[in-house]
């Protein structure tokens, strides 16, 4: 695993979670980072991205608004502030590197392990 996903858990509708996405092992300097989701019985979908210098971000429609993306200030690690959870946002999540912040989920070469959200109403 080069990406660790963390930070996942139960929480009520209107809640929050911030996810966390560490390297393993390895440097992903100069990566852009994304966030992908995948609810039982769907495909996995797009969410967040972010650019190496943290000053692009991308969402999905559904969590703009709600989900911010960041970077900490040595760019290694990268977070998902996620407020006003809503039950549609039950999903593993997943974190991903890539040459470039895309929605593309296939442009991604390395991923996370995965953290499970599950928002309860």
């Known amino acids: 695993v080069q990406l660790q996903a963390s930070g996942g858990g139960l929480v009520q509708a209107g809640g929050s979670l911030r996810l966390s996405c560490a390297p393993s092992?390895?440097?992903?300097?100069?990566?852009?980072m994304g966030w992908f989701r995948q609810a039982p019985g769907k495909e996995r979908e797009f969410v967040a991205a972010i650019s190496w210098g943290g000053l692009s971000t991308y969402y999905t429609d559904s969590v703009k608004g709600r989900f911010t993306v960041s970077r900490d200030s040595s760019k290694s690690t990268v977070h998902l502030q996620m407020n006003s959870l809503k039950s549609e946002d039950t999903a593993v999540y997943y974190c991903a590197a890539g040459a470039r912040a895309t929605t593309i989920m296939n442009r991604y070469k390395y991923w996370g392990q995965g953290t499970q959200v599950t928002v309860s109403s």
């Open positions: 092992g390895r440097s992903f300097s100069g990566y852009d």
